[in-house]
Each structure stands twice: as structure tokens, then as C-alpha cells.
Nanobody, 129 residues
Framework: QVQLVESGGGLVQAGGSVRLSCAAS????????MGWFRQSPGKEREFVAAITWIVGSTAYGSTDYADSVKGRFTISRDVAKITVYLQMNSLKAEDTAVYYCAARSMGPVTRESRDYNAWGQGTQVTVSS
């Protein structure tokens, strides 16, 4: 079992920045795809970004971003801290959502939430305009 705990959400003004963290623990070894998703009230959960990760390795991880965040958000990971980050810049009101970290053991990068088998509890990001 992999446990994921997000942190870093909050209230931020439009145009501002915030960094989300996702700490992984448990049976977390091998190759993973780590993803960030978000969900706003009345909307389906949507893909934000993903990165591949061989746990314990500093090898380059391939990334993927939703078009709506490309150029504004950056996903990265800290091998020593076993943590994935989502740096969000130039925030817009439409970025307001609960952000979820997810992990997929094995397989390629995917934007489908059903392909991920571990989820965090979510962290709220509210962007005021």
C-alpha cells in the first residue's frame, strides 16, 4: 500500500504562486507515474500534470501537462524526500479546485484518473480574482 499526503494549498490572489507537496510512504518502490488532478464543484476530476519516477533514482522523469496549465505549472520530485511537487504560477480564478496527488504503479504516463491506484486526501487551492 502506498500512502500519499498532500500539503501546501490555501488562498492566493490571481497572478500569484503556490507550491503543492505530495509525500509518499508505504510500499513505494519500483517505477511509478505520479500525477496531479483537480476537481472543482460540479465538475469532473481533471488531469493536471504527471511525472514518471523510478523510486530512489535521480534519472530524468518524463512529464506531461494539461494544456490549460502548460507553461504555468511545473511538476517535479525530490528523491531524498520521496515527495512530488506542483509549482503553480500565474494562477487564475479557474485554477480554484481541490488538488489531488495520485500514484500509478508501472505503466506509461496517463491522463486517466481510473489508471491511478493510490490517491491522497486532497488540498484546497482558492484563487481570488
Amino acid at each position: 500500500q502506498v500512502q500519499l499526503v498532500e500539503s501546501g494549498g490555501g488562498l492566493v490572489q490571481a497572478g500569484g504562486s503556490v507550491r503543492l507537496s505530495c509525500a509518499a510512504s508505504g510500499r513505494f518502490f519500483g517505477r511509478y507515474v505520479m500525477g496531479w488532478f483537480r476537481q472543482s464543484p460540479g465538475k469532473e476530476r481533471e488531469f493536471v500534470a504527471a511525472i514518471t519516477w523510478i523510486v530512489g533514482s535521480t534519472a530524468y522523469g518524463s512529464t506531461d501537462y494539461a494544456d490549460s496549465v502548460k507553461g504555468r505549472f511545473t511538476i517535479s520530485r525530490d528523491v531524498a524526500k520521496i515527495t512530488v511537487y506542483l509549482q503553480m504560477n500565474s494562477l487564475k480564478a479557474e485554477d480554484t479546485a481541490v488538488y489531488y496527488c495520485a500514484a500509478r504503479s508501472m505503466g506509461p504516463v496517463t491522463r486517466e484518473s481510473r489508471d491511478y491506484n493510490a490517491w491522497g486526501q486532497g488540498t484546497q487551492v482558492t484563487v481570488s480574482s
